[in-house]
T-cell receptor
């Protein structure tokens, strides 16, 4: 079945440090991939997405590239800010599964220290 | 884009009491709707999803149920709450119709339920 695996958190960084949050997936078809962000006490917001191999999604300085050969969609940011502190979820949607379901990773908590 | 409304925002209920959480969607028609639960510090658990009025798929057998009485209204219910029902409940929506690429889900602000 389809699955998403994220690196365990929490990830603690100093302001302006480089961020990588790893995400790998398994899917039967050609899934669309997403990164969502959740700030404390709020719902999830879409951060970026990619729908085919080698696509790069980007938003607010965050980037992730759809790597079919390594089945990965790692999230990166060159210089994090305290306001980036949140929980980040990797997710996939696989039309080949024949359902409308989304598969989410367990989430990675990021703490950025001033 | 879509806007998802959920209420109440917070709820404290005793064990054994009933539950009704409501979700409504603006900005789209015939959406696919989802209920998720997020336990403290944990990931998302899909509870139910619906592709149309009266059409509910259950993902996890438990004492919760869902209904979709109108196109853009999704309700989560329970007749008798358990302590384990505590959590953060999220409603989500995505464009309806055929299964397709690239459609992201939009999430509501969530309802925090504490069962005491």
């Amino acid at each position: 079945g389809n699955s998403v695996t994220q690196m365990e958190g929490p990830v603690t960084l100093s302001e302006e440090a480089f961020l990588t949050i790893n995400c790998t997936y398994t899917a039967t078809g050609y899934p669309s991939l997403f990164w969502y962000v959740q700030y404390p006490g709020e719902g999830l917001q879409l951060l970026l997405k990619a729908t085919k191999a080698d696509d790069k999604g980007s938003n607010k300085g965050f980037e992730a590239t759809y790597r079919k050969e390594t089945t990965s969609f790692h999230l990166e940011k060159g210089s994090v800010q305290v306001s980036d502190s949140a929980v980040y979820f990797c997710a996939l949607s696989d039309p080949a599964s024949g359902t409308y379901k989304y598969i989410f990773g367990t989430g990675t908590r990021l703490k950025v220290l001033a | 884009s879509q806007t998802i409304h959920q209420w109440p925002a917070t709820l404290v209920q005793p064990v054994g009491s009933p539950l009704s959480l409501e979700c409504t969607v603006e900005g789209t028609s015939n959406p696919n709707l989802y209920w998720y639960r997020q336990a403290a510090g944990r990931g998302l658990q899909l509870l139910f999803y619906s592709v149309g009025i009266g059409q509910i798929s259950s993902e996890v057998p438990q004492n919760l149920s869902a209904s979709r009485p109108q196109d853009r209204q999704f309700i989560l219910s329970s007749k008798k709450l358990l302590l384990s029902d505590s959590g953060f409940y999220l409603c989500a929506s995505r464009p309806g119709g055929r299964i397709g690429f690239g459609y992201e889900q939009y999430f509501g602000p969530g309802t925090r339920l504490t069962v005491t």
